[in-house]
């Protein structure tokens, strides 16, 4: 295959660094002053007609569990990444020319659902209060909330749909690629490889016989950590690789931390399940519906009827079938009269990125 040359101008990526407030110690550890990359669309340094004076839309990138800003603007073999899509895009006619940037909002858990937390971070306001107008500050911006959008994919769709409904007075629209959603039918059936997970940490080895139930549980009642977590988080965080199913047992601690925060809880969160004998714990997995986005629709409906423009996409054989999420999503929007467009393709949740020649067009023209 020959070697990626462009065809046409691709725009420039800038790297700048930012100190949060928003996220300065926080509970986990992680670094408040963090490298944010930034696309500039080629038309940024034109300096005929409009030229220099000339302003853009804004998109902002909210990246997937496990991965980080900058991911997207890494070099990728055999396909583009994000800039070069969006530069692919506005030669080919497809998209206005727009700035688009890549926080990093990634945490010692592996990632966060772009909300506050007390366990993980308050990156609602990171991204809200702080990136929002230092990226007005640095750059040509149409800086308004008409003219500002952000996307994403799975916990980033998860994020944009949130901040869609939460957050509208920042942005004007929003795109959702296989966004977490239907917190019942989505997350529940994962929990017991969690469980599975987190039982090669327990304190005691099991042994083949007789056991007392209620001499095991110690507080997982309650939602309360006996230290298998700990001892998991501490084994992950020592590793230079963790595997397949420790990441999605990580995954899952990393949803109760923004779920279900507790800062007098062990770890700072509480979990969903008894951890001994994986019964559902009712109080506690009611916090973590209050962030459905299913449930949410209702109550944000008049945000969500501000915006200028919501994308909403899936593959019909996403393999954590949030395609069902994505359906009953649409579903409860349309009864609400909030207009939007969804759309399912033959595809699952890995490699879809190229998902994005549909949203950003659909975007940057909804905020031109």
Not at 96 to 101: E, F, T
Request: net charge positive; charged share 25%; with cysteine.
């Amino acid at each position: 295959m020959a070697m990626k040359r462009a065809k046409w101008p691709g725009g420039r990526t800038v790297t700048l660094e930012h100190a949060s407030k928003a996220l300065a110690d926080n509970a986990l550890g992680d670094p408040s002053t963090r490298l944010i990359d930034i696309w500039l669309p080629p038309q940024y340094d034109q300096n005929h007609g409009r030229g220099r004076g000339r302003r853009f839309p804004v998109l902002f990138d909210l990246v997937g569990y496990a991965g980080s800003g900058r991911s997207h603007t890494n070099w990728r073999a055999f396909g583009d990444n994000v800039p070069e899509q969006a530069a692919r895009l506005v030669h080919q006619n497809k998209l206005p020319p727009c700035i688009i940037v890549f926080p990093d909002c990634f945490t010692a858990l592996g990632g966060n659902q772009y909300i506050n937390s007390s366990a993980v971070g308050r990156y609602a306001d990171y991204l809200t209060r702080e990136l929002v107008p230092f990226v007005d500050r640095e750059f040509r911006t149409q800086a308004s909330r008409e003219h500002r959008g952000c996307f994403g994919k799975s916990s980033g769709g998860y994020g944009a749909m949130i901040h869609g409904m939460r957050y509208a007075r920042y942005w004007g629209a929003i795109a959702v690629h296989s966004g977490d959603a239907y917190f019942d039918f989505v997350y529940r059936a994962d929990w017991p490889n969690t469980l599975n997970e987190l039982a090669k940490h327990r304190r005691r080895k099991r042994r083949a016989g007789a056991i007392h139930v209620p001499a095991e549980e110690l507080g997982a009642d309650a939602g309360l950590d006996d230290g298998r977590v700990r001892r998991f988080l501490q084994a992950i965080w020592s590793k230079p690789s963790p595997s397949t199913a420790e990441v999605h047992c990580l995954m899952n601690l990393a949803m109760a931390a923004s779920y279900d925060p507790d800062p007098d809880a062990p770890n700072g969160f509480r979990l969903p399940f008894n951890l001994e004998t994986g019964e559902l714990i009712e109080a506690r997995w009611r916090n973590w519906l209050k962030h459905d986005p299913i449930r949410l629709v209702d109550r944000y409906r008049g945000n969500l009827k501000s915006l200028r423009g919501i994308f909403i996409d899936c593959g019909w054989r996403d393999q954590y079938h949030i395609h069902y999420g994505s359906r009953v999503l649409s579903k409860r929007l349309g009864q609400v009269g909030v207009v939007h467009r969804y759309e399912e393709f033959d595809d699952t949740h890995s490699g879809i990125d190229y998902r994005m020649d549909r949203s950003l067009p659909f975007l940057a023209r909804a905020l031109s």
